[in-house]
């Protein structure tokens, strides 16, 4: 019977970047995963954090291949056959149903927020099929063991693990000290260990989405329309694209291989609505749609149950989950391979610190109380801007919240070189001005008698976390730079 000090289960990006991390520290490892690479997935856009994430570990641990991924310029040199998308920053577009997109004065219906300076510093959007499949031939090209095709069952011996299984007909059975789980939904050692699933969450929304080929740009339908996209500071295509509807919100992602992700988030209170009745209460979403084919999954579009879950506790003596694994809220504010690769660095390190010292269940406390902390944070941050959806102004204060701690958390990491919870999870303060907003914006009386100056509250809760004038832009809505002073490279 093979002995492990670690396996792992589920081979996306998250759990082979572990796989080889591990190695590199010296412990024993094995990664399993019940499907083959390449297959659809989403969870695509990057942000100024996962970048930087990426290259710290990459240097720390010594793994130079992953550094070309950490912005679209490199990766462009060192791997044009994986593909990927630009990233240059956040647009938002408002609309109201059944009327073509209309801007407004002082651009009240846009709003554009950079992440870099230039497109050879850009963040990517990440062609997932692509991108996992070469994180899991970098585990099999180490000599790590992996094995795809897998279907496993877990026997929690206390401490450790037996690993039963089947691939292809052969039988596995195997040992392991420690069990790592980063299968996402499945959530198969939460699962297998009887972890209460959590089940309050303040966003509450649901997915339609796919692959497309032959969307045209939104560019070309502003175009079209003769709206002037002199203000913008980046292509509006070349960013993570957000359409501000009715029901909730739309995302489109282009990559370089002629394909757009495109999805509805709608809210939980909209009720089930059907791609084609979306597209047809917005007639310039419709026309950017006109020619376009779904050509991912290979079962036509994907429609999810409520998008937002969780498990109460992320980790134990013996096993741990990854941020994927401990939950979801929304795709709203790209923050998912960003809290992978925080997790993931964090989890690395206890393994490395805490291993065989007598400390290593207190460390696993405090990481899985970081995981839940970020998770909730992530949850109020999107239901602000789910709340304020219907006055585009106050979503623009709402989004405000995100970036600050975007910001912050790029200037403390890269700046201070502190290690902050991902968003500045870890600053009460913060939460509570998080919180603040979120009571305020989801107050049903709006009326004369609780009249409240929105901007000024939202300048006074957020003065501590606002280092890049986000209150100031030159333009309105029109943000040219909002990335840390110091978090660029030299």
């Not at 695509?44 to 570990?57: M, N, R, V």
């Not at 647009?91 to 073509?100: L, W």
């Not at 292809?168 to 972890?195: K, M, S």
């Not at 008698?449 to 606002?466: C, F, I, M, S, Y």
Request: glycine letters at 8%; charged letters at 20%; proline letters at 4%.
């Amino acid at each position: 019977m093979q002995q492990f000090d670690v396996v792992i289960l589920g081979a996306g990006f998250g759990g082979s970047l572990t796989a080889l991390l591990l190695d590199r520290i010296g412990l024993s490892v094995a990664l399993f995963d019940r499907g083959t690479h390449p297959r659809f997935a989403i969870g695509e856009s990057s942000t100024p954090a996962a970048g930087y994430l990426l290259q710290s570990l990459a240097a720390q641990y010594d793994l130079p291949q992953f550094e070309p991924f950490c912005k679209y310029g490199t990766w462009q040199q060192a791997h044009p056959d994986i593909s990927c998308g630009i990233k240059r920053g956040f647009s938002y577009f408002a609309h109201t149903p059944h009327q073509p997109f209309q801007t407004q004065p002082a651009h009240g219906s846009e709003l554009l927020v950079t992440a870099n300076l230039s497109d050879t510093l850009a963040d990517t959007h990440w062609y997932r099929a692509d991108v996992d499949h070469w994180f899991a031939r970098q585990v099999a090209a180490s000599g790590i063991v992996y094995r795809d095709q897998t279907e496993v069952e877990l026997q929690h011996n206390a401490p450790g693990w037996q690993i039963q299984g089947t691939r292809l007909g052969e039988c596995i059975d195997l040992q392991a000290n420690f069990l790592i789980d980063a299968t996402g939904a499945a959530g198969i050692v939460a699962r297998a260990l009887g972890i209460e699933a959590e089940t309050e969450f303040k966003t509450h929304s649901s997915a339609i989405f796919g692959h497309f080929r032959n969307v045209a740009p939104w560019q070309t339908i502003l175009n079209g329309q003769g709206i002037s996209q002199n203000n913008y500071p980046f292509y509006c295509d070349h960013s993570a694209l957000h359409h501000v509807l009715d029901e909730g919100w739309m995302w489109q992602l282009r990559f370089n291989n002629g394909i757009t992700s495109a999805g509805f988030v709608l809210d939980g209170e909209t009720g089930q609505q059907n791609w084609e009745t979306l597209l047809d209460r917005y007639p310039s979403i419709q026309a950017q749609f006109v020619s376009a084919e779904c050509v991912d999954p290979e079962d036509g579009l994907q429609t999810t149950g409520r998008l937002q879950r969780g498990w109460k506790e992320c980790a134990g003596p013996d096993w741990a989950l990854l941020p994927h694994t401990v939950g979801f809220i929304d795709p709203l504010h790209s923050t998912g391979i960003a809290h992978t690769l925080c997790g993931i660095e964090r989890l690395v390190t206890v393994l490395e610190q805490h291993t065989g010292q007598g400390t290593l269940t207190e460390a696993l406390a405090t990481y899985s109380h970081s995981l839940q902390t970020e998770r909730s944070l992530i949850d109020t941050l999107v239901a602000c801007c789910y709340r304020s959806r219907h006055d585009f102004e106050r979503f623009w204060l709402s989004t405000l919240f995100y970036f600050a701690a975007a910001t912050s958390y790029e200037h403390l990491r890269f700046h201070e070189q502190q290690r902050p919870w991902l968003l500045c999870a870890d600053d009460e303060r913060f939460r509570q001005a998080v919180t603040d907003w979120y009571q305020l914006v989801s107050r049903q009386d709006h009326s004369a008698g609780h009249k409240t100056d929105w901007l000024q509250t939202a300048r006074e809760l957020l003065a501590p976390w606002d280092r890049v004038g986000l209150f100031e832009p030159a333009v309105p809505h029109m943000y040219y730079y909002t990335a840390a002073p110091e978090a660029e490279p030299r």
